[in-house]
């Protein structure tokens, strides 16, 4: 029946992303209230736990997709052209989303500092896929599609080491100690970094050049590989995932252009199953009855407090214009790395793992809700400004502003 959901769904988002194109409905939203709907909590046509294989296995692929997309979307050369401000909210935004997340966790929830701490880690990045409609609107300034473009495109790859090392502190990994788990990080890097590297040596010698048909086949053969290795050694699948995206797009940017929309859909694909599996895992007793009014307060200040704070110290002194800061500043939503690290933690066995998985979940649902029913209404905000969209040119874009604009899936899709 999963199955079948699934494609029922899928065709229906289809038929009506157009119409989501223009209007606050979400592609995303369907699957998560159809899965919600479908889930054991209501109709019982989709049966699922959260530690069956099928949630584990499906939500690890997934995010193995977004991690190897997400770096090919932010080469090395894309970063060097500009900089400036995606680094500021890298750099300096997502810690302190981070930290403002875990202070609030602590004094409103009560978490312990360490189970805070890694609350803050899971909701820190933003969901390259689910910006997509801001990104990919020419109204909306050049800067800021790219500030959104770049920040949640490499934010991913940047909290995955913090969520590690705080769930192995706080008893996640009891057969891995600092050392094994750094071993793993590092190792996950080096193999991200050298296998693309030699696969794209063979490609370019005369008799072993891939036919132009073919090209997307080569970042797929790629990615597969790195998989591959990475279970073989146990190196940390998901920083190879993303080592090896990055490396394609700076070493081979000719396959980054293939494979562009092949591996957007593919990724989209397996986003839109694990956000069903998701909604199917959510049950009315799990909003009503197992979170209480603070964790409510909480998942809402997430949103409203802890980015926009973050964002509003690091764009000082940046130029960009009020309207431009508030855009960035709301529009972070929380996605499907959150939704696999809060599984990561779920299936770790820590003390407080329901209670943060919980949290989790109600804050990437309040996002998804929030952030796909407003993206509309703030790009119609800059298209009645004129000057803005394409011709603001204060820093150079990458040609990937993300998925195309009729291909609608997440808060950023309204």
Not at 135 to 150: A, D
Not at 153 to 166: S, Y
Not at 183 to 189: D, M
């Amino acid at each position: 029946m999963l199955l079948l959901s699934f494609a029922v769904l899928l065709l229906v988002a289809m038929l009506v992303s157009e119409r989501a194109h223009r209007t606050v409905l979400s592609t995303a939203v369907l699957f998560l209230v159809g899965g919600f709907l479908l889930g054991d909590g209501v109709l019982g046509v989709v049966d699922v736990e959260a530690g069956d294989p099928l949630v584990s296995t499906l939500a690890e692929l997934a995010l193995f997709s977004v991690l190897f997309t997400d770096g090919m979307r932010v080469g090395i050369r894309d970063l060097r052209r500009a900089w400036r401000l995606p680094g500021r909210a890298l750099l300096l935004g997502l810690p302190l989303t981070l930290a403002v997340t875990a202070v609030l966790a602590h004094y409103l929830v009560g978490l312990p500092w360490l189970e805070a701490f890694l609350l803050g880690a899971v909701l820190a990045p933003t969901d390259p896929v689910f910006a997509a409609a801001i990104v990919g609107r020419k109204e909306v300034p050049r800067r800021l599609r790219h500030l959104l473009n770049v920040e949640s495109g490499v934010n991913d790859g940047l909290a995955l080491p913090v969520v590690l090392v705080l769930l192995a502190a706080a008893g996640g990994r009891e057969d891995a100690n600092g050392w094994m788990l750094l071993e793993e990080i590092a190792l996950g890097v080096v193999v991200g970094v050298v296998v693309p590297l030699v696969v794209l040596w063979l490609e370019r010698r005369p008799f072993l050049m891939a036919t132009r048909a073919l090209q997307p086949l080569v970042a797929v053969s790629i990615g597969l590989l790195v998989l591959a290795v990475c279970q073989v050694t146990h190196a940390n699948l998901f920083l190879g995932a993303f080592a090896a995206g990055i490396t394609v797009a700076s070493a081979g940017p000719e396959l980054r252009h293939e494979f562009e929309q092949f591996g957007e859909l593919v990724t989209e694909l397996l986003k839109l199953a694990a956000i069903l599996v998701f909604g199917a895992l959510i049950t009315p007793d799990f909003l009503f009855e197992e979170i209480p009014w603070t964790g409510w307060v909480l998942a809402v200040m997430a949103l409203v407090v802890a980015r926009p704070l973050a964002l509003l110290v690091s764009f000082v002194r940046t130029g960009l214009s009020r309207k431009e800061q508030v855009a960035a500043m709301w529009f972070g939503p929380k996605g499907f790395a959150s939704v696999v690290y809060g599984l990561l933690v779920l299936e770790s066995g820590i003390a407080f793992a329901d209670q943060l998985f919980h949290l989790t979940a109600l804050v990437i649902v309040l996002s998804i809700l929030a952030h796909s029913s407003t993206d509309v209404l703030v790009a119609r905000q800059f298209a009645e400004e004129p000057g803005t969209g394409a011709s603001q040119e204060d820093e150079t874009v990458p040609t990937a502003d993300g998925f195309p604009p009729s291909m609608r899936s997440g808060p950023g899709d309204g």
